[in-house]
C-alpha cells in the first residue's frame, strides 16, 4: 500500500523525495527480505518465488495464481498462537527464521502464504504503471523496452523518419519531396555517415531545410542478440564511447548533443538496459512503429519471402491505416534514405504519392520535439 501511495505522490507531484523508500519496499517484495524470496506468485519468472500458497486452486486443481500477493511475514509471537495451522511440508526457510518474525511457503501455513485481495489489488496499478511513460498528460504514447515507439494515438499525426549508414543517394529526391510537401522529418545517421564526403553537401542541406537530424551510432553497432533480447553484445563503456563519436561527427556540422536529444539506436533493436544507459546520457531513445514495414525499403529479390517491393510496402502502409483502430495516429514511419543497388525499385520514389494519399485522409506531418516538447 505504501508503495503504490509513493508511486502515485510521483506521479501527481513529480517529487522524488521517496524514490529511495519506493525502491526499498520494492525490492523487499522482490526478494530482498530476510527469506530471499519473492512474496509474489510466478514473478519474477526466474526467481525464487512462492510455490505452495493457501489456495485451494494450487491445493486441489494445481491451478496457478501467478501475480498474487502473498500476506508475508508474521510476528513469531502472533505466528505460535495461531489455531488450525499445520505445516505440511519441511520448512525450506527455517534457518531463515527468528524470534521477531516467520514466513513459510507452505498450504498449510494461512497466515504468510495466503494470497491477499487487497494486497494484490494495491500491486496491480503500480506494475501497470511502470509500463506508462511518465511524462503528464502522455499516456496515449507507446513505449517499449523503455523506448518510444508511437506518439500520441489521439492525433492524425505522422512522424516521418529516415536513417542512415552506407546509402545515401535517394538524398536529393527525399529532400525535394519534403520541400514539395512542406514537412519536416528526422534523420538519424551514423558518425560514418556524417564523415563520408559524399554527404557534405547533403547534410548541410538538411540543417537548411529545418530537419531533425540526430545519432544513429557512430559504426552501427548491434547493441542486443537477435535471438535473446536481453543479452548485451556490447559494454556501457563501448556503448557511451561510440554514442559519443557519433555526436562528434556530428559537431563538425554545427549539431550538438543539446541539439539532438533524440536517439534512435542501430538496427533498430535495443533492449531495456540500453534504454537505461541512454536516459543517464540525457537522451531519449525512440524507434519505429512497428506494423507497417515500411522499413523493409531495404529489402532485395535475392532475398526471396523476406523482399518487400515498393507496392508492397505502400499497399501495406494503407492497410494498417484503413484497419488498425487508431490508424496511423503517431506513428513513427521509418525509411531509408539510401539502400543497395540491388534493389530495384527505391521506396523514396513513393514518397511523395504516399504523402499526398496520406494528407488527403487527414495526416499532419510533425517533428517529435513540436508535439511533445517535454521529450
Known amino acids: 500500500a505504501m508503495l503504490s501511495q509513493i508511486r502515485l505522490y510521483e506521479l501527481v507531484s513529480r517529487d522524488r523525495h521517496f524514490s529511495e523508500m519506493k525502491a526499498a519496499l520494492l525490492d523487499w517484495l522482490l526478494g530482498c527480505n530476510p527469506w530471499g524470496t519473492s512474496m509474489i506468485l510466478g514473478y519474477p519468472g526466474h526467481g525464487d518465488t512462492p510455490v505452495d500458497p493457501h489456495s485451494a486452486f494450487t491445493a486441489v486443481f494445481d491451478y496457478p495464481i501467478d501475480g498474487g500477493l502473498v500476506d508475508g511475514p ?123 564526403a559524399q554527404n557534405r553537401q547533403l547534410i548541410p542541406t538538411l540543417i537548411h531545410d529545418g530537419h531533425y537530424l540526430g545519432a544513429h551510432s557512430d559504426k552501427h553497432l548491434l547493441y542486443a542478440d537477435w535471438e535473446h533480447r536481453d543479452s548485451l553484445l556490447v559494454s556501457k563503456e563501448e556503448f557511451i564511447r561510440d554514442l559519443a563519436n557519433n555526436y562528434k561527427a556530428m559537431q563538425a556540422f554545427g549539431i550538438e548533443k543539446e541539439d539532438a536529444p533524440l536517439f534512435l539506436p542501430p538496427f533498430e533493436w535495443y533492449n531495456q538496459t540500453i534504454s537505461k544507459w541512454t536516459k543517464e546520457l540525457g537522451l531519449t531513445l525512440i524507434n519505429f512503429t512497428p506494423g507497417t514495414y515500411s522499413n523493409a525499403d531495404y529489402t532485395t529479390p535475392e532475398m526471396g519471402e523476406r523482399y518487400w517491393s515498393s507496392d508492397r510496402i505502400y499497399q501495406k502502409i494503407l492497410q494498417v491505416e484503413s484497419e488498425s483502430a487508431h490508424g496511423l495516429n503517431g506513428f513513427l514511419l521509418l525509411m531509408h534514405i539510401g539502400t543497395v543497388d540491388e534493389r530495384p525499385d527505391k521506396f523514396y520514389h513513393r514518397l511523395d504519392d504516399l504523402i499526398t494519399e496520406l494528407k488527403s485522409r487527414g495526416y499532419r506531418f510533425e517533428l517529435l520535439p513540436d508535439v511533445y516538447p517535454d521529450l
Open 74 to 196: 508474521v510476528y513469531t509471537s502472533i505466528f505460535n498462537r495461531l489455531i488450525g495451522l499445520t505445516l505440511h511440508e519441511q520448512d525450506e526457510y527455517a534457518e531463515f527464521q527468528s524470534g521477531l518474525c516467520v514466513y513459510h511457503d507452505d498450504y498449510g501455513d494461512y497466515s504468510t502464504n495466503e494470497p491477499t485481495m487487497d494486497g494484490t489489488a494495491c500491486l496491480i496499478p503500480f506494475f501497470a504503471s511502470l509500463a506508462v511513460a511518465e511524462r503528464p498528460g502522455k499516456e496515449s504514447m507507446q513505449w517499449r523496452y523503455g523506448g518510444l515507439e508511437r506518439g500520441d494515438t489521439d492525433q492524425k499525426i505522422i512522424h516521418l523518419i529516415f536513417t542512415g549508414g552506407d546509402h545515401s543517394e535517394g538524398g536529393e529526391t527525399i529532400v525535394q519531396t519534403l520541400r514539395k510537401q512542406g514537412i519536416k522529418a528526422h534523420f538519424f545517421f551514423t558518425g560514418d555517415f556524417y564523415r563520408h
